[in-house]
């Protein structure tokens, strides 16, 4: 059964499969990467970084260092004490964070000292150079007995490794679970994987004119929290100008990532000199700003007899590594759809953050709304298989309907509209899952062939707003409201159009292509003819910055926003010169003309020779010129209830989506191959669909990632073992299947032109389809998977366990 | 106790050893004096401003620095620049360096959105250009396999896949078709 066609309004650029106008420069090899930006004197940093999970550093010998030709100067922790503050950091203030590790390191692969030589060879010879002595200290792996009391302590001025602990009840989960004919429990571990963009993070920072420091990096949101890393320099935020720079993909690595620009910019005041440091993989892997999600719950959820859930209840422990740098947000963005498309009403959920001697965690594609859709999804299969339910069917039982939105979900958050039966529909069309049911028993029986067909949905929460930075506090110390994003618009005298961003927002999405594509429908000219750029810090307007999957809807917002702005004006000045009511007027394909007389108009050229050299010639008080500017806020935030029992509306902007998988899993060797695979997303109105199922793709590659292949894994010593890609194992194209995508499409009430955020929902959906359709090959050995990364050697351990107790 | 590790040989030259090489870089002689130790894809970043070879991991596994050496693909971080001497080097700019003049292997990319960040992009586009050079047919199977030694972290590789066949019917011919008239030049 195919969807019903959703009506929108028809756009003549949105909503077409327009080549990206970012692509030229990258496909000559010319996307200006931060490791591409030279500048006369130059010099570069290596990073000693710990062989110690947790040790005092006792002593850092740099004088062989020193000695050798090209090495400026070796900078520690003693440094950094004397002349920084601790970084920026939305965590406890007694969980303290430098670039360079103080006193002590709690975690293999914190920066122990900077080299900065005349060439990055130099640098890493004078890392080789130096001599560090560290008197280790006991070493904290399990999160959970980290929060034991005999466990030794990461940071003492903290008192416990315990980050962050409490408990949300939303409804009242004791009665939905003893309501309920069913309860079924489970304990569930999502281990480590990260964003691991093929670029590393990087900065080149150098003193600039009047004293100001300017820092180039590929990290992002720093028009909005430049002036945190103005604080950990000890300048004042005037004196530091931060010049965005394009990403090579970040997926939630590169956002907020602050200790790479930081250092670069404690390295080049304390030399004077310009000083690049970009991470290499090395770096990256043990030490980026943002390992994903470690998480390991107990939960339980209610059903009644016929399928319908009563509630979820939540016990999570996060490993959060050594420090605490974003506070618990990555469950904040559990909160925002902690129901998936659901209707129960009654969750519980009980956050504790533990410290541990790992890599601190941040962001990663999805925010941790992955990981509870996971947890979510892995329950109700659980729920529909002791029922005898199709997972297709116990969903749509259990599904929000369309008549009911905007929809409050328990705990507060919107969404704001859907159609998950049309999603679930369409994806059912697009696969014959009675054929594969038959397939299955025919491969089984007569092949001895093991597949199994999973089947799962997720939320695609988008557009965040700042309330969920603090909501998690009773007394927060800066209950911020704002996060919005900014673009102005410049006709130059001859009519060509400029447009800037106001923040870093090129990291492998299209924020280009789409705002081009916004001025296009606005004033009928062609995306390519609008040059993009991005202002810095010094000029940049208020700029929340992409991530959780705001950008789109956000820069749509501000650009048309300023569109509406600079139409006026110009309507205006055609309606002095032509001296008709600006009323009987109307822009169409970049003309201004008289409605119903076409022939009478103005081309933007006349209209900006006017603006920018005939004053005279002008409306009387009207400035001259051509440029617009528009700060687009939160489209929809509400504050928390003072005893937060209602967290407000913090990210209201929901998609949806619903994936099906057919793999065979090899019970011998563990290996899965799959055999087709479906996915429907509802991302709003569509900006451009190639772009928008490439980021399908791109996300659900990486769920594929985080559920077979990839780890971040620690001994039990705390040493880091996925050092390099040999260990850390980023899908190839032999692992990716072709996905098969399809969209509905319901528009959001409360964005420009209907558009959802898309650039998450495939990595949010992935781990549970894959995890049911293992579940599913191999029901007859009992199989459910409990913990990611499950790698073939998990698969076949199971096996074997259930074959021998049978 | 725990001591970082280091090298206590005082006398390593730190870079000092030098030769000269000799090789042809995107059809062009060079001739340059370079430390020993420099690896290729060093050196054609900073000897020689080619930009265009990125390095995602420089040891060897993510391909993001290939090029392709006498034609074939190198991992150039692997190797040292002495190395390549008296060879043929070609980057993507051996395609087109011009933004408005693209090879047809780098406008397929872009009508397929085979990209998103760029960074891998450079290396797949050789890579394309060395598996569609004789003129064969693939499988989009076969082209899967073909590129699966470069990773790519932001596209899920089929629209790589679409954009590798894409190219492969313009260089071939038929509808829309246009000849890689650059092949060795
Ligand atoms: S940079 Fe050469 S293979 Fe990764
Ligand atoms: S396009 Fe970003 S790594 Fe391939």
Redesign the pocket.
Known sequence: MAAPDIEKPRYKYIGADRKRVEDPRLLVGRGGFIADLKMQGLLHAAILRSPAPHARIVSIDTSEALQIPGVVAVLTGEDVKAHMNPCMNFGPPTIAQYPIAVDKVRYVGEAVAAVVAESRYTAEDGVEALVAEFEDLPVVTDPRKALEPESALLHDDHGSNLGYERTFEFGDISRALSDADLVVEDTLHWGRSAGMPMETSGATARPGLNGVLEIHCNSLNFSYLQFLVANALKIPSNKLTMQPVPAGGSFGSKFTAHKVPTLAGFLALRTGRPVSYVED?LDHLMNSDHHGSDRYYEAKMGVTADGMITGLDIDVVDDYGAYLQFGVGTHGNAFSQAVGPYTFRDLKYRLRAALTNKCQQGAYRGFGSEVHNWVLERMVDKAAAELGLEPEEIRRRNFIQQDQFPYKIPGGNIYDSGNYPAVLDKALGMIDLEYWRTEQQRLREQEGRYIGIGLATTQERSVFSSTEFWFWFDEPAFPITSSPESATITIDPTGQFQLQLHCQSMWGNSPETVSTTVVAEEFGVEPESVNVSYADTAHALPGTGPGGSRYTVMVAGAVRGAGRKLKKKLIDIAAHTLEVAAEDLELVDARVQVKGAPEKSLGLPELAASAYFFALNLPPSMESGLEESYTYDHPYTTLPSPDRTDLGVFYPIVGHACHIAVLEVDPDTGQTAFHDYVAVHDAGTVVNPKSLDGHVTGGAAQGLGSTLYEELAYDADGQFTSST?MDYLVPTANEVPPFRIGHVETPSPYTEYGIKGGGEGGRLVTPSVVSAAIDDALREYGMRVRELPVKPADIVEAVQGAMARS | MTTSEHSTDLDTRYGSDTRTVTLRVNGRGVTREVATRTTL?DFLRDDLDLVSV?????????????VLLDGGSV????MLAVQAGGQEVETVESLSPDQDRLHPIQQAFAEEQGLQCGFCTPAMALRAREILADGKEWTDEEVRQEISGILCRCTGYQNIINAVQNAGRKLRGGPGAARDETKGS
């Open positions: 993989r890609f | 894809a990125h390095l995602g991991c420089e040891h060897g596994v993510c391909g993001c620095c290939t991992r150039s971080c692997l």
